[in-house]
């Protein structure tokens, strides 16, 4: 099935925070106030919230924002739907679709994941993303260039 994205609504968002509020999402990805952030987000001129819709269906979560050359990039996947292959899906048709999704700009896509979150890492490379040193908090920076 082919995977869509679009932006983040507000319904869409109560069922991120869910997930969230899910452990086997939470020891990765934590956010104190999903409200807050959403409306940050909202206003924020380089930073996005996709949802990731296979069949239909919300199954993830991207969020993506702009620092010159470079797009950060996160993904959360239903907790429910864990190991059963839709974050490569969704993370390879987002790849498929960067530069039209970075509208050009990004050369390279970034993403940080703990050393401890193997089913990440692992989905990351598969993909394409390699590691390439760690960012200021010492999280692994996993890239893929453009």
């Given at each position: 099935m082919s995977c869509t994205f679009e932006k983040l609504s507000v319904k869409d968002g109560k069922l991120v925070k869910k997930w969230l509020a899910c452990k086997d999402v939470n020891r990765w990805f934590s956010i104190d106030n999903w409200n807050r952030f959403y409306r940050w987000v909202s206003r924020s001129p380089n930073h996005f919230l996709y949802a990731a819709k296979i069949g239909g269906r919300m199954l993830g979560m991207v969020e993506?924002?702009?620092?010159?050359?470079?797009?950060?990039?996160?993904?959360?996947?239903?907790?429910?739907?864990?190991?059963?292959?839709?974050?490569?899906?969704?993370?390879?048709h987002f790849l498929a679709n960067a530069a039209a999704m970075t509208n050009d700009n990004a050369?390279?896509?970034?993403?940080?994941?703990?050393?401890?979150?193997?089913?990440?890492?692992?989905?990351?490379?598969?993909c394409g993303f390699r590691q390439n040193g760690s960012d200021e908090s010492g999280i692994p920076r996993y890239e893929y260039r453009l």
């Amino acid at each position: 099935m082919s995977c869509t994205f679009e932006k983040l609504s507000v319904k869409d968002g109560k069922l991120v925070k869910k997930w969230l509020a899910c452990k086997d999402v939470n020891r990765w990805f934590s956010i104190d106030n999903w409200n807050r952030f959403y409306r940050w987000v909202s206003r924020s001129p380089n930073h996005f919230l996709y949802a990731a819709k296979i069949g239909g269906r919300m199954l993830g979560m991207v969020e993506l924002g702009f620092e010159g050359e470079k797009a950060h990039f996160a993904l959360i996947i239903d907790p429910a739907e864990h190991n059963k292959g839709y974050g490569k899906q969704v993370l390879r048709h987002f790849l498929a679709n960067a530069a039209a999704m970075t509208n050009d700009n990004a050369k390279v896509i970034v993403a940080g994941i703990e050393e401890g979150n193997h089913g990440s890492i692992r989905c990351f490379e598969a993909c394409g993303f390699r590691q390439n040193g760690s960012d200021e908090s010492g999280i692994p920076r996993y890239e893929y260039r453009l």
